[in-house]
């Protein structure tokens, strides 16, 4: 495994690499029905309409752009006549809260290895794009699975107003950190995002396919990992 020297610094992704959905589809189907018990027409009429504001969630973040769980309730409250702002707002904490109510867990190996950075005085920082889930709540997901006690600096998209690639989110974080970009390495599952948005910054770039295998003809990484326990072989990190 090829080994990377002189790092101080990881940055993480979080959702498909620290953090999983138990049922994401149950999510999906909780917002669906928020939804129906706001406009009363049916959830196989509010799963199409929110399929569209999804939809527009997707076409922005593909442009660097965001379009978050308050523009999705509005968007579906609005198609239906609805433009009161205290409803807009009541849904769109329905969206952003479903996946508490559905659970999520850390995924295998996650905890320990950021323990094992903190040990080495290796910094750490969370990288995230945020599409029903806003950083407020992934914060609280995070604290609640263990994670958030290793974690010094959280970079959200909803927050920094810019999603990966944009330089903006990982300059952020790398400023946070106190550390130039030769100094870090990321991880994250996505190649367009989290790998492409990295190397443009100068950062190392490791791809995490543990949960998800981005087989899009994206940027690749020049390191793919399938545990987390193998960035520590990486950063030479590892006990025997």
Known sequence: MK???????????????LLKDRDWKGAYEHRVSALDRFLGIGTDECRKLLDEAWAHHDEAWKQVETFGPGRMAAYCLEAKGIFDDDKINELTKEFEEASIELGVDAVDG???????LREANIRTALVCDTGFTPGRVVRQLLEDNGLAQYIEAFCFSDEVGVPKPGSEIFEKALAELGVRPPEAVHIGDLRRTDIAGARSMGMHAIRFRGVHDDESDAREARMIIDSHQELLDILGLATS
């Open 3 to 17: 080994r990377v020297d002189g790092i101080r610094a990881v940055t993480y992704d979080c959702w498909g690499t």
């Open 110 to 116: 996650a905890a320990e290895t950021l323990a094992a």
